[in-house]
């Protein structure tokens, strides 16, 4: 598996740096999977028929509605925990507080260690495009870990700095 990243060139409208440009990374999403895709590839890969699996399912779900409504931090076998929260406005006034403040109500996901440690060790793979859409480099996680610098490509004081990665292609040179 590889996490597939795109890293696109575009100009800072506000703050300090506001009107340089710079390359701006974001996870690609392939595609949003269906339910029926998912429930087909775990009775696949652990050969319960796919209506006990779907009813399995539906039925943590609903578990996991009930009990996280009421505040509790509710587990999901395999993944980690979820719990509900919301952000909300603050006031001085004890006499001011209602449901009213709240802003946004949300789930809140904390993966198992197990599922952390895959992320960690997933390939990434970058993909840098300029800020007309031209691919300009490309770079893996098998990289060397070095750090281009353009303004120094020689290296100078900060020696190592410069050269390839030996896991990328460097197209736009």
Not at 8 to 36: D, F, I, N, W
Not at 94 to 113: D, E
Request: with cysteine.
């Amino acid at each position: 598996m590889t996490i597939k990243v795109k890293a696109q060139e575009r100009k800072l409208m506000v703050g300090p740096r506001a009107g340089k440009y710079v390359y701006q990374m974001a996870a690609e999403k392939y595609s949003s999977l269906s339910e029926s895709k998912m429930i087909e590839e775990a009775s696949l890969r652990s050969g319960i028929q796919k209506g006990a699996l779907q009813a399995a399912f539906s039925a943590c779900g609903d578990v996991i509605k009930a009990w996280a409504t009421e505040g509790h931090s509710v587990p999901v076998p395999g993944l980690g925990t979820m719990r509900f929260g919301l952000n909300a406005k603050s006031v001085e006034d004890v006499n001011m507080v209602a449901s009213s403040l709240i802003t946004t109500r949300k789930i809140i996901f904390v993966p198992s260690s197990d599922v952390k440690k895959e992320l960690m060790n997933t390939a990434v793979s970058i993909t840098c495009y300029d800020r007309n859409g031209k691919v300009v480099k490309r770079v893996n996680s098998s990289d060397s870990g070095v750090i281009e610098d353009p303004e120094n490509p020689s290296g100078g004081e900060d020696a190592g700095a410069g050269g390839s990665d030996s896991g990328g292609d460097d197209l736009g040179q």
